[in-house]
């Protein structure tokens, strides 16, 4: 597949089953995500976990995000590899080789910053930090009541002034993300419940500065809460991520403008897949199995083509089966153009973005960032 350049081809003509993104719709969120954070005097650190491509994460970088963020050490190595500097690495990083790995990327990138939500681990970041002569810059994870990682609230203070006393550590501020409640159905519901958490951080990001604690950034949220988490007083930079491909997941959440749905941002990756065998009158079977698309909550939204009536199951690793519930069902050759459930899941098992414009193929971006999971 290295040598395979469909530059000039329409979309429909590529080998399923494939990701494909239109440029202008992506463009397009890249530019209103960018607006948003203009207007409330904040910044984007946009979270490329979910796309896990330094193209995309540069163009990113070109429409004015501050830096990006990262989930894992290995994840920033391919980013400073491709000139990207500012990086927030999200999860903790404990053992040996990773702190060894993470210390070449701060020597590369001195911008770096990484996440902490123990004193074991500081002590052990700040000795090896200092044994390389080398500052590391840190914020604290604050547990948003998920109990995945972070500190509890009433004990950040007491890591902040620890942190303090370290001469490898450089502390930034803090960390909040509350991915529980991203998909939360109402838009109400979800207002409110982030914003008592991301307060609550905002609150302790005043503790910090009253106690002569530096504090200069309050860093969280994610796509379904972009435009609520800025009301919180002390919020300096969000991480949102699928903003820039959107999914089914997303889309169905309810919004400020439509309790029913969430279309502020436009689904730039879509997923073709084809059918290849139709001989039973019920349904029909196409080339995109569990290898290909991650379903989880919600099943996939035939787009191409329009009307379909269908239920959508599994027939293993390589094949899927759409089953007809109005008797209508495509036909064999035929290619199929898909919204994906969950977008982060379903990239991670592609290499390559077909980038196209006006559903002709104008470029290829390498997923460089694939299973960067260490």
């Not at 990327?105 to 970041?125: H, S, Y």
């Not at 503790?207 to 300096?236: H, M, N, R, W």
Request: aromatic fraction near 6%; proline fraction near 5%; charge should be negative.
């Amino acid at each position: 597949m290295d040598d395979y350049n469909p530059v000039g081809l329409s979309k429909f003509e590529l080998d399923t089953p494939c990701l494909v993104i239109d440029k202008n719709k992506l463009l397009y969120n890249l530019q209103l995500m960018q607006q948003h954070v203009l207007a409330h005097n904040i910044q984007v650190r946009p979270h490329v976990k979910t796309h896990k491509c330094s193209k995309l994460a540069t163009l990113q970088l070109q429409y004015g995000a501050i830096g990006v963020s990262a989930a894992k050490v290995a994840e920033a190595e391919v980013l400073i590899a491709a000139g990207i500097h500012s990086i927030l690495i999200t999860s903790p990083v404990v053992t040996p080789n990773k702190i060894t790995r993470l210390l070449n990327c701060v020597k590369q990138a001195p911008e770096t910053m990484i996440v902490v939500d123990n004193q074991n681990n500081v002590a052990t970041l700040n000795a090896a930090a200092q044994a390389q002569q080398i500052k590391i810059n840190v914020l604290i994870d604050i547990d948003p009541g998920i109990g995945r990682t972070g500190i509890k609230p009433e004990k950040a203070l007491e890591l902040g002034k620890y942190i303090q006393s370290c001469q490898g550590l450089e502390l930034k501020g803090l960390q909040c993300y509350a991915g529980n409640l991203q998909h939360i159905k109402s838009y109400e519901e979800r207002r409110k419940s982030s914003l008592e958490v991301m307060q609550m951080a905002s609150n302790l990001v005043k503790e910090f500065k009253q106690k002569g604690l530096p504090c200069e950034i309050l860093t969280g949220s994610g796509t379904g809460t972009y435009d609520i988490d800025i009301e919180a007083s002390e919020v300096t930079e969000i991480q949102p991520g699928s903003y820039t491909v959107m999914d089914v997941d997303y889309t169905v959440i309810g919004s400020k403008k439509d309790p029913n749905c969430f279309h502020t941002f436009q689904p730039a990756m879509t997923l073709l897949t084809t059918v290849i065998s139709a001989n039973r009158a019920e349904h029909v079977t196409v080339d995109a199995g569990t290898k290909s698309i991650y379903v989880d909550k919600h099943q996939p939204k035939i787009i191409v083509p329009k009307g379909l009536s269908y239920d959508w199951g599994g027939f293993g690793d390589e094949h899927g089966k759409i089953t007809a519930i109005d008797g209508k069902l495509p036909k064999l050759g035929d290619v199929l153009e898909l919204i994906v459930p969950h977008c982060d899941p379903t990239i991670n098992l592609f290499d390559k973005f077909f980038i196209c414009e006006n559903d002709l193929v104008v470029d290829c971006w390498d997923i460089d960032l694939r299973g960067k999971s260490q």
